[in-house]
């Protein structure tokens, strides 16, 4: 929906317009939406979306619990620096489930970065049908291309992210503050400044994974070249790219996640 889709020198929006694939500019995340809203209407806005809730229902679950099982059973034994703690467990809980998911993140940029159309419908026949063409050609570790800059963006946002929750909970603790709404502001916060620092690499995993679906590209380069030659050709400011949009999504969905994991987790303890 963005630059961030395809590695070209200017902002703009992709559009399926009657039968016909075209991009516009547009000026920013707001203009986007605009443009978006008015060729393809509201369906336009939420392509990919049952993709996304395959991979996320699953894989947040998953992360969540091995998260806390790591936090709170493995590793206070084996390190003494509280602080520490949430940080490695945040980075070993995310490496595994980003590691799994890789070939589902694959198909689900693909989906948002291509156009609905008769031969491309977005159903499970047509996203299992290009899966497999790419397979064909370029084998099956093709399917985790991309997980290198996907590593770069999720595990350091992981371990700040949770580095930073349980410093500010224990901030908001001390003043005698606890409940469902510090956990979403402790978790908006902290999604919020996590999201800032690994932005450039959202940028370089999106691109890297759009490149490869596309049957016109004939191979991406690694992670650093492809990183320095944005900054080349494109300026640093590229790699702030969809920042907003990316917040936006971060800051609630991380207040929501952790305020309904610390309420249900509270509800079970004491029933």
Request: net charge positive; aromatic share 8%; hydrophobic share 45%.
């Amino acid at each position: 929906m963005s630059s961030l889709a395809r590695p070209i020198a200017t902002e703009v929006v992709c559009l399926w317009d009657h039968g016909m694939f075209r991009t516009e500019r547009v000026n920013g995340f707001i203009d986007a939406v605009r443009h978006v809203w008015r060729v393809e209407g509201t369906r336009g806005l939420w392509k990919g979306a049952g993709t996304s809730l395959v991979i996320g229902v699953p894989s947040s679950t998953s992360y969540i619990l091995i998260y806390d099982h790591l936090l709170n059973v493995v590793l206070p034994p084996i390190i003494p620096h509280e602080p520490t703690v949430p940080l490695v467990a945040g980075i070993l809980a995310r490496s595994a489930i980003t590691s799994i998911a890789s070939p589902l993140e694959l198909i689900r940029t693909n989906l948002q970065s291509t156009p609905l159309s008769p031969q491309n419908p977005h159903t499970l026949r047509s996203v299992l049908t290009s899966v497999r063409a790419l397979v064909r050609q370029r084998g099956v570790v093709s399917l985790w291309r991309g997980l290198g800059p996907t590593l770069w963006r999720d595990v350091p946002f992981s371990g700040i992210y949770w580095a930073s929750y349980e410093a500010w909970k224990r901030e908001f603790s001390r003043h005698g503050r606890s409940g469902a709404w510090v956990a979403f502001v402790c978790g908006a916060v902290s999604g919020t400044s996590a999201a800032l620092i690994t932005s450039p690499f959202d940028v370089l995993k999106t691109r890297r994974q759009a490149l490869v679906m596309s049957p016109s590209s004939s191979h991406a380069s690694s992670s650093i070249p492809f990183l320095l030659r944005i900054i080349r050709t494109e300026g640093v400011p590229a790699l702030f790219a969809g920042i907003l949009p990316r917040v936006a999504k971060i800051a609630p969905a991380c207040g929501i996640m952790i305020a309904c994991f610390e309420g249900i987790g509270k509800f079970l303890k004491h029933p």
